[in-house]
């Protein structure tokens, strides 16, 4: 997000100030009122609120985020197939980084004490037996909880699995209309693409603005969190921070820099030395949608062709999101560990299939994973009350990670153009 005269610091630095104003409040009120009755309980009701509407919005960009890239990506059936693929596979590996690393060190359970702590008092959220048992259905019953009865209904409860299913199905319906217009009996459809990309425009503008609402929400959660809890329950974030980054470097500076020489022909010092200023600009801007002038730069520089770098840069780039899917699974676990849930492989599916359908619906855009995170929390079958306190707790090393996630896009991207590239070599549409 830009600056302005408004809000003239950076989201990042603010969020930070948030943290430590929220610490302070908490620390020293605890929960006793501290302004005209008003205690840290109520920061963090009023700090609920924010997320509630980054969810109710989130959900309506990625609908309109994939229809955009339908009505504007010039892709035909072989590359968007060899795209999907290549992503695929890559995303994959993430996850399969991901699940084991949170699976053989299970950092949440040092953190299960404190979070029944934080949500004993929340007459809304529902028992652990019974969160277990709706997240216990068999693959059938989860199957037709994905086929909505109507269109408005994963609008409505947030199902964003539904949602981009149905994104992806009328997605592809507007593809083909498009390359057939002019043809007799098919419509024109240039009205529709126009009203799509303004809804989207106005989506990301508005959720750009609630977005800047985070620092209070998360000085109000902060607050609340510190109030009942104390300090001490952040003394544990080192390990979240520590396993989430591993996985991630894991992820991009191994598997990538070979999977760019042996698919791709690139050794890693071309690949990482070429790419650095690309990736530099990611960590920086948090965007890997900002940084696509530079990634295009960089990959001509490599020696990529200008058409596989423009797919997969821009075309792709709702698909190559890697560090934002492997951030939610793993964040998502981290909780459902630290709430005590034994979740089996069956749940654990549905996470990672949440991860990827949400990140992929809003890839690039700043502040992505934490916009997209309560969804995912859902998903996960985690109550509102877990969802609403993991925000403060993450909230404090959340920039670190999102810097990090960039990086991660932005190599991702500039891997997919690699192999595109190499692959139409060697197999020309």
């Avoid at 990506?73 to 994959?92: E, Q, W």
């Avoid at 037709?144 to 209904?153: N, R």
């Avoid at 894991?250 to 030395?273: D, E, F, I, N, S």
């Avoid at 999101?321 to 793993?330: I, K, P, Q, R, S």
Wanted: hydrophobic share 55%.
């Amino acid at each position: 997000m830009h600056r302005n005269k408004l809000w003239p610091l950076p989201l990042s630095l603010r969020v930070v100030i948030a943290v430590t104003l929220g610490i302070s409040l908490g620390a020293w009120s605890g929960t006793r009122p501290f302004l005209w009755g008003l205690d840290t309980g109520h920061l963090g009701q009023l700090g609920l609120l924010v997320i509630r509407l980054l969810k109710a919005l989130a959900v309506p960009l990625i609908l309109f985020a994939i229809l955009d890239a339908f009505t504007h990506a010039p892709i035909t059936a072989k590359s968007g197939a060899r795209l999907v693929g290549i992503c695929l596979v890559n995303v994959s590996v993430a996850f399969a980084i991901g699940l084991t690393l949170m699976n053989s060190f299970e950092p949440g359970r040092a953190w299960q004490g404190h979070m029944e702590q934080l949500t004993a008092q929340v007459p809304s959220a529902p028992d652990k037996a019974k969160a277990a048992a709706d997240a216990s259905l068999d693959p059938l019953k989860n199957l037709s909880g994905y086929i909505p009865q109507s269109l408005v209904e994963p609008l409505v409860s947030n199902n964003v699995i539904s949602v981009v299913l149905i994104a992806l199905l009328f997605g592809a319906a507007l593809r083909w209309l498009k390359e057939r217009q002019g043809e007799t009996d098919v419509a024109d459809i240039r009205p529709l693409e126009n009203l799509i990309a303004a809804v989207y425009q106005i989506l990301v503008k508005a959720l750009g603005w609630v977005v800047q609402l985070v620092p209070y929400a998360v000085f109000g959660l902060v607050a609340q969190v510190v109030g009942k809890a104390g300090v001490g329950i952040f003394a544990q974030l080192a390990g979240f921070l520590g396993i989430i980054s591993l996985g991630l470097c894991l992820h991009a500076l191994v598997y990538y820099p070979l999977m760019a020489w042996l698919a791709g022909g690139k050794p890693p010092q071309v690949y990482l030395k070429q790419g650095a200023d690309a990736v530099l600009t990611g960590l920086s801007t948090n965007s890997s949608l900002a940084t696509i002038p530079i990634t295009l730069r960089c990959l001509d520089t490599m020696g990529v062709s200008a058409r596989s770098a423009r797919l997969a840069a821009c075309a792709g780039t709702n698909l190559n999101n890697d560090g934002v899917t492997l951030y939610e699974a793993m964040a998502a676990l981290f909780l459902a560990q630290a709430m005590g849930y034994a979740l089996g492989l069956e749940q654990q599916a549905v996470i990672v299939f949440s991860a990827l359908m949400a990140g992929a619906g809003i890839a690039g855009i700043p502040e992505a994973g934490l916009i997209v995170l309560p969804l995912v929390l859902s998903a996960a079958g985690l109550p509102e009350a877990v969802v609403a306190a993991a925000i403060p707790l993450i909230a404090p090393v959340d920039w670190i990670i999102a810097r990090i996630r960039s990086g991660v896009n932005v190599l991702s991207d500039m891997l997919v153009a690699i192999l595109l590239d190499a692959w139409e070599r060697r197999r020309p549409s």
